[in-house]
């Protein structure tokens, strides 16, 4: 048997055995994010590609997966994201049960008027005065205050990862009562938060009803932290998660061996409207702030009126379906709908060249969705393998998985342009020799 030949057979193995990124409905988090994949997943990868002593990178890092289960298995790993919000959720990943469940309690405990005492400290404009009142801004200060007091007091060694991980757990159950909180300014489509017209139609909150929202969430993610455990495994290694843009100079982190990631979703979602409730968890965001993250994380839906796509991309394919969609019968189609696929298809490039440069040798593993505009698919894996193998990657392997309907399917305009809210994964592994 040739080496490239015992090669693909060992990666058909691993696909054997491997499941599929996606949660399933009968899995529980303390953590519901749309566009993840599941640590038994990333487990099943490191099992294959994760050699002793490999550093593990996902530029788009999400609610944590990969660096949660990197750290479960004890591997050296990074994790970026752009959002704020984001942070904090992936250090939730990484919060000792027993904490987590005493930090429930505590808050359980704890009556409504002490929960949602007011520090009366605020620091400059409150984003979160833009959906709530001012009594409500001020509970919700209050509940952050407590949540904070309560995490550090729970963590042994203050600034240490453990606290910060605590931290992070308190943090998922602000965003979560935000979340609730934010219901009803909730229409059709479940990733977007409306904003009231004037003051007047602000949420209005008191102590009783955060409470409420508070012993919800909390006793949920009671049942979700898992067995009580008082002590690390000795194979767990912390990872480093940091906020920075995938498509700006990844070198600064030193070398990977190892990329498991999925790029960000080319489907047309306000991802920082869509993550509302946990960038006003962070609270130190303002309004100038958010909109500022909206142009600059990658599928932002506001464009900028000079964005331009780069002819020289080093795709055919995405040369093609530049071209397709600029000529498409659909109104806006080459005005809006080219700035925005420029833009997310420049930063795409941007983002494999800086991955690309941050491996000199190992693997890339990448969970890539299909994706479609109006009736036309964009073949988004095929677009991506091209700029990959631009690189100088190859594609080792794939494999394609059925995925659940997508957030973009609930959209009742969509029926127009297909029937079926379908959708397909693939998980495409590249690879890199000296």
Not at 67 to 92: E, K
Not at 104 to 118: F, K, N, S
Not at 343 to 366: E, T
């Amino acid at each position: 048997m040739t080496p490239s030949e015992d090669s693909f057979r060992r990666a058909q193995q691993v696909f054997l055995r491997m499941r599929t990124p996606k949660q399933s409905s009968k899995q529980t988090a303390k953590y519901q994010y749309y566009a993840g994949y599941t640590t038994g997943f990333v487990s099943d990868i490191l099992d294959q590609y994760g050699h002793s002593g490999a550093r593990i990178l996902d530029p788009w890092n999400g609610s944590g997966a990969t660096t949660s289960a990197c750290a479960a298995r004890g591997f050296q790993s990074v994790g970026v994201d752009i959002n704020p919000g984001m942070v904090p959720v992936a250090w939730s990943r990484l919060a000792r049960p027993d904490l987590t469940k005493e930090l429930c309690r505590r808050l359980i405990g704890t009556a409504a008027t002490e929960l949602c005492l007011d520090p009366g400290v605020t620091a400059g404009e409150d984003f979160a005065a833009t959906f709530f009142d001012e009594a409500a801004c001020a509970a919700i200060r209050g509940l952050r205050s407590t949540l904070i007091g309560y995490s550090r007091d729970l963590a042994s060694d203050p600034g240490s990862p453990e606290e910060l991980a605590i931290c992070g757990a308190a943090f998922v159950v602000l965003a979560e009562v935000l979340r609730e909180a934010l219901r009803p300014l909730r229409g059709t489509n479940p990733s977007w938060f409306s904003r009231p017209k004037n003051e007047s139609q602000r949420i209005c909150l008191d102590a009783g009803s955060i409470k409420a929202m508070v012993d919800g969430v909390a006793r949920s993610m009671c049942n979700a932290a898992g067995e009580p455990q008082a002590q690390r495994s000795p194979d767990h290694r912390w990872p480093e998660i940091v906020l920075g843009d995938s498509c700006n100079d990844l070198g600064e982190l030193g070398p990977f061996d190892l990329v498991i990631s999925s790029p960000p979703y080319c489907t047309r979602i306000d991802y920082a409207v869509a993550t509302t409730p946990e960038l006003l968890a962070f609270g130190e965001l303002t309004k100038q702030g958010f909109e500022s993250l909206r142009r600059r994380i990658m599928g932002a839906v506001v464009t900028d009126v000079n964005s331009v796509f780069s002819d020289d991309c080093g795709s055919n394919l995405l040369q093609k379906t530049m071209d397709a969609i600029r000529q498409h019968h659909t109104k806006a189609a080459s005005t809006y709908y080219t700035r925005y696929f420029s833009r997310y298809f420049n930063d795409l490039i941007l983002s494999v060249g800086q991955i690309a440069n941050a491996v000199p040798k190992g693997h890339l593993v990448f969970v890539v969705q299909n994706s479609y505009f109006k009736e036309m698919e964009i073949d988004l894996r095929g677009i991506i393998i091209e700029l990959v193998e631009n690189t100088g990657f190859s594609l080792h392997t794939s494999r394609k998985y059925p995925s659940r309907p997508t957030i973009a399917g609930s959209n009742p305009r969509f029926k127009l342009y297909r029937d079926s809210n379908v959708r397909v994964e693939d998980v495409l592994i590249f690879s890199k020799h000296p």
